[in-house]
C-alpha cells in the first residue's frame, strides 16, 4: 500500500502540476510557489537531468543539486517552515521527498547511479536523512 502512494504522489507531483519548465542541455527545472517566503535554488551540471519544486505554503526552502545525467528530483512542501536539502551526483538517481505539514526537514545525498530515495513525513517537525553511495541503493522512509 506504501509504494503504491508514494508512486501516486510522484506521478501527481512530476506530470500533475501544470508548470512551465525551463530548458538547459536538455535537462529541465520546473519550480511554482504560492505562499510567502518560500525559497528555491539549486544548480544542475550535465545533461537530461530533471528537477520539479512545488511548494504552496509559507517560508519553506528547498536547495536541489544535480550533476551527472538523468537524474530526477521532485520535492513537494505544502504547509509551512518545511526544508528540504537534495544533492545528486552521477547518473538515473531518483529522489522524492512531499512533506505536507509543518516544521519537517530533510537532507538526501546520492553519489551513484541507479539509487532511488522516497521520504514522505506528513504530520510536523519529523527530521530524515538519507545517504546513498554507489549503485542500486533503495530508501523509503514514511513518518506521521
Known sequence: ????????????????????????????????QYGFGNGAGGSQRGYH????????????????????????AVIGQNGSRNSADTYQRGSRNIVGVGQFGSG??????????????????GGRNNRATATQVGAGNVSVIVQD
Open 1 to 32: 500500500m506504501i509504494p503504491k502512494f508514494f508512486s501516486v504522489s510522484i506521478v501527481a507531483l512530476s506530470i500533475g502540476l501544470g508548470m512551465t519548465p525551463a530548458f538547459a542541455g536538455g535537462s529541465t527545472v520546473n519550480i511554482e
Open 104 to 121: 519537517h526537514s530533510v537532507i538526501t545525498t546520492q553519489d551513484g547511479s541507479g539509487n532511488a530515495i522516497g521520504v514522505i513525513q
Open 49 to 72: 537531468n530533471r528537477m520539479t519544486i512545488y511548494q504552496d505554503g509559507t517560508r519553506n526552502n528547498v536547495i536541489s543539486n544535480q550533476y551527472g545525467s538523468r537524474n530526477r
